[in-house]
Nanobody, 116 residues
Framework: VQLQASGGGLVQAGGSLRLSCAAS????????IGWYRQAPGKQRELVAH???????NYADSVKGRFTISGDVAKNMVYLQMNSLRSEDTAVYYC???????????WGQGTLVTVSS
């Protein structure tokens, strides 16, 4: 599975960005696609994910501001980020999980910088 992430950039606080993640390769066993982020000096953390049935999950810190959408079966997922804050500054990584076998795949990361 290969993941191509795009859409990062520089935005002012309060602004919006949309990230895209496209999966290719052996995608038939992907069960979940999501976004993680890693800020300087911090551990990578889950931002949001969407599963093949359409259910979504969000970190508490982004609920009400970020929306994950797309279709796991069509291998395309988006993350709409609104009301961005300086603490959202991080490298955002697209992640795909397969069930059988249970594996994680990662995209190359896209930098989101929110200026205050």
């Amino acid at each position: 599975v290969q993941l191509q992430a795009s859409g990062g950039g520089l935005v002012q606080a309060g602004g919006s960005l949309r990230l895209s993640c496209a999966a290719s390769g052996s995608t038939f066993s992907i069960n979940r696609i999501g976004w993680y982020r890693q800020a300087p000096g911090k551990q990578r953390e889950l931002v949001a994910h969407i599963v093949s049935g359409g259910s979504t999950n969000y970190a508490d810190s982004v609920k009400g501001r970020f929306t994950i959408s797309g279709d796991v079966a069509k291998n395309m997922v988006y993350l709409q980020m609104n009301s961005l804050r300086s603490e959202d500054t991080a490298v955002y990584y697209c992640n795909a999980q397969t069930l059988r076998p249970r594996e994680d795949y990662w995209g190359q990361g896209t930098l989101v910088t929110v200026s205050s």
